[in-house]
């Protein structure tokens, strides 16, 4: 038997020539801005709740009721950084007092969004919640603490607390009517409708 003839090893591939360098590209698109997030209604009535030098000379105490008052938006935009708030423009803003023991009904705000912020004292609030049942949940809101909420947003607000509250309320759109309610074991029962600025 013969040996087989060794053949000789093939030549290794040459190694594949560099690609050519292709000069860095500037682009001229611009990237996409990030979302811009507005400060919104809460961050409206936090921000003038900051500034007792806007409210504290326009608010009364009424002893039959609460006291409530439109605010100027030509004075609330006067204390506000105006890039920060544009919703502003088309929002409403109300000044509230609550003396001790003062409060609403279980109401919605109509077609309302918004929020407000305790400026002064301490208010408490309920809301509705549906699991499993309707039932009452209860918070209380420091000076300082603000609630936002949409417009199927139901509650109470009560000054529960021995010294007198102001909040200030921010609306988008304006608040035209509120729908008041009560708490049945089957869910929420409407019991009127009181207007903005007429009834209270
Ligand atoms: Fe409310």
């Known amino acids: 038997m013969t040996a087989a003839p060794v053949l000789p090893a093939p030549a290794p591939a040459p190694a594949p020539a560099p690609a050519p360098a292709t000069?860095?590209?500037h682009s001229t698109a611009r990237r996409p801005e990030p979302p811009v997030r507005r400060a919104g209604a809460a961050g409206i009535a936090v921000a003038l709740a900051?500034?007792?030098?806007?409210?504290?000379?326009?608010?009364?105490?009424?002893e039959e009721s609460?006291?409530?008052?439109?605010?100027d938006p030509a004075r609330?935009?006067?204390?506000?950084?105006?890039?920060?708030?544009e919703e502003l423009a088309g929002a409403q803003v109300w000044l509230l007092?609550?003396?001790?023991?003062q409060g609403t009904p279980l109401h919605d705000h109509g077609r309302s969004a918004g929020a407000f912020a305790v400026a002064a004292g301490t208010l408490t609030e309920r809301v509705v919640t549906r699991s499993p049942g309707p039932q009452l949940v209860t918070t209380d809101l420091t000076t300082g603490r603000v609630r936002w909420f949409?417009?199927?947003?139901?509650?109470?607000?009560r000054n529960d607390g021995a010294e007198p509250a102001v909040s200030i309320h921010v609306y988008t759109p304006p608040?035209?009517?509120?729908?008041?309610?009560?708490?049945?074991?089957?869910?929420?029962?409407?019991?009127?409708?009181?207007r903005a600025g007429v009834d209270w």
Not at 76 to 84: E, I
Not at 175 to 194: A, D, F, I, K, Q
């Open 175 to 194: 608040l035209r009517s509120m729908n008041t309610y009560r708490v049945e074991p089957t869910g929420l029962v409407r019991t009127g409708t009181e």
């Open 76 to 85: 609330a935009a006067a204390v506000l950084d105006p890039s920060q708030h």
């Open 97 to 101: 007092s609550w003396l001790p023991g």
């Open 66 to 71: 609460r006291w409530t008052s439109l605010l």
């Open 50 to 62: 900051l500034h007792p030098e806007l409210w504290e000379p326009l608010v009364r105490y009424r």
């Open 23 to 25: 000069p860095a590209r």
């Open 150 to 157: 949409g417009p199927r947003h139901v509650h109470q607000v």
